[in-house]
């Protein structure tokens, strides 16, 4: 039987610290990436015509220039994980948006009394985080969320909008 060949190369155990993730999230942010990875946010924006292993190991050569020096197809490979909604970071993601998804208690009534049949989104909070249409008890959730997990408000800005990722549905009563 034959031995395999040793390739000689031996790639380092990672260590995500909060660094390596704000430059994950960077380069998911940046526009050639995200609308290869996530997809066009506006009707008339131009996809920029790379393959997603061309974005993974644009990425890799950024985050882990050295490991990908040495193994570019390991170094995309870690992009590829860490960017699937498999990743430790999506799913704690999701857990904390789970918050800010509850609808208002149902039927309420309008500013004149008026009992109204549409539900409410209580804590709804945008894309790009709180504003002036934050309700109090929505700004407090969000806070206490980035206390707990201060990637929250860049992983809610790229992945709220994304209905496979963040579903905006009523509850049933």
Not at 88 to 117: C, F, M, P, W
Not at 136 to 161: G, K, M, N, T, Y
Request: proline fraction near 5%; hydrophobic fraction near 35%; charge should be positive.
């Amino acid at each position: 039987m034959a031995k395999k060949k040793d390739s000689g190369i031996t790639i380092q155990e990672i260590v995500w610290t909060d660094n390596l993730v704000w430059q994950l999230l960077a380069q998911i942010e940046l526009s050639e990436n995200r609308v290869v990875l996530l997809g066009k946010r506006k009707k008339g924006e131009n996809t920029s015509g790379d393959s997603k292993v061309t974005v993974y190991q644009r990425m890799a050569a950024s985050v882990f220039p050295q490991l990908h020096s040495q193994n570019a197809c390991c170094a995309s490979l870690i992009i590829f994980y860490l960017t699937s909604p498999s990743c430790s970071l999506t799913k704690k993601y999701k857990v904390h948006a789970q918050r800010l998804r509850t609808t208002g208690e149902g039927v309420q009534s309008d500013v004149n009394g008026n009992i109204s049949n549409n539900e409410f989104f209580e804590c709804y909070v945008p894309a790009d985080g709180p504003n002036t249409t934050t309700t109090p008890r929505a700004q407090c959730i969000w806070d206490e969320i980035v206390q707990q997990f201060q990637f929250f408000p860049v992983l809610h800005r790229i992945l709220s909008s994304r209905p496979n990722v963040t579903p905006i549905v009523s509850q049933p009563l």
